[in-house]
C-alpha cells in the first residue's frame, strides 16, 4: 500500500492505469475529500480502472490495464494540476522533469504525443533526454497536440527534461501580488507510441 507521493501526485494524472499496472500496482482507493475524488464519483471510471467498491466517502477500482513498455513515472518542478471540466493540464516554470521508463529489456524508439499550451505568448521549448538536446517545440498559447521523436530509449529510467526557451512570465501582470507564479508552458494529456523494438 502506498500514499500519494511524487510520482503518483494525484488520481486524475493522464494514463494513471498504465502507471499503476506497471509498478505493480492491483487497485486504487480514492477518497472524496477533495477534488480529484470528487471528480471520480461524477464521472465513468477512467481507461484500465473498473469500479470495484463504493462507499459513502471512498471508491475502490481495480487495476485492469496491461503494464506498458514505455510510461512516465514521475514529473518534476511542475505546478500542481488544474482542472477545467475534464480537461487537466500542470504548468511549468523554467523547466521541468519527467522520468521515463523503458520496462522490457530492449531499446524502444518511440514518439511523444503531446498537449501543450503556452503562457500569453508562442515560445520554444528545447526537450532533452538524458541530457542530450532532441527537439525544439514552437508552443502556442492555444491548447494544441505536439508530436516529437522519435526518442530511443535503452531500458530503465531516464531523464526527458522539458527547457523553455524564453523566460516564464509573471502570472499577476497587475502586481497585485494574489499569484506569484511565473509560467511558461503547460502540458496536458500525452501519449507514448512504441514504434519498434531495437536488438
Given amino acids: 500500500m502506498t500514499l500519494l507521493d511524487?510520482?503518483?501526485?494525484?488520481?486524475?494524472?493522464?494514463?494513471?492505469?498504465?502507471?499503476?499496472?506497471?509498478?505493480?500496482?492491483?487497485?486504487l482507493l480514492v477518497r472524496q475529500g477533495n477534488r480529484e475524488g470528487r471528480a471520480f464519483f461524477d464521472a465513468p471510471a477512467p481507461p484500465g480502472l473498473r469500479l470495484t467498491a463504493r462507499f459513502i466517502d471512498a471508491q475502490v477500482f481495480t487495476v485492469t490495464a496491461a503494464p506498458p513498455p514505455l510510461y512516465t513515472a514521475a514529473m518534476a518542478r511542475f505546478w500542481p494540476r488544474e482542472h477545467d471540466g475534464a480537461r487537466t493540464w500542470r504548468w511549468m516554470g523554467e523547466a521541468a522533469t519527467?522520468?521515463?521508463?523503458?520496462?522490457?529489456?530492449?531499446?524502444?524508439?518511440?514518439?511523444?504525443?503531446?498537449?501543450?499550451?503556452?503562457?500569453?505568448?508562442?515560445?520554444?521549448?528545447?526537450?532533452?533526454?538524458?541530457?542530450?538536446?532532441?527537439?525544439?517545440?514552437?508552443?502556442?498559447?492555444?491548447?494544441?497536440?505536439?508530436?516529437?521523436?522519435?526518442?530511443?530509449?535503452?531500458?530503465?529510467?531516464?531523464?526527458?527534461?522539458?527547457?523553455?526557451?524564453e523566460p516564464p512570465s509573471p502570472v499577476d501582470g497587475a502586481g497585485t501580488g494574489a499569484d506569484l507564479r511565473r509560467l511558461s508552458c503547460a502540458v496536458g494529456t500525452w501519449t507514448w507510441r512504441v514504434r519498434s523494438l531495437q536488438p
Fill in 98 to 165: 519527467w522520468t521515463v521508463v523503458n520496462t522490457g529489456g530492449r531499446p524502444i524508439v518511440a514518439t511523444l504525443l503531446l498537449e501543450l499550451s503556452a503562457f500569453h505568448q508562442t515560445r520554444r521549448m528545447d526537450l532533452v533526454f538524458d541530457g542530450r538536446p532532441t527537439h525544439t517545440i514552437v508552443v502556442v498559447p492555444e491548447r494544441r497536440a505536439y508530436e516529437a521523436g522519435p526518442f530511443t530509449v535503452p531500458p530503465g529510467r531516464h531523464e526527458l527534461r522539458f527547457r523553455p526557451v
Fill in 6 to 27: 511524487g510520482a503518483v501526485g494525484d488520481c486524475s494524472e493522464p494514463n494513471l492505469a498504465e502507471k499503476l499496472a506497471a509498478e505493480g500496482y492491483s487497485h
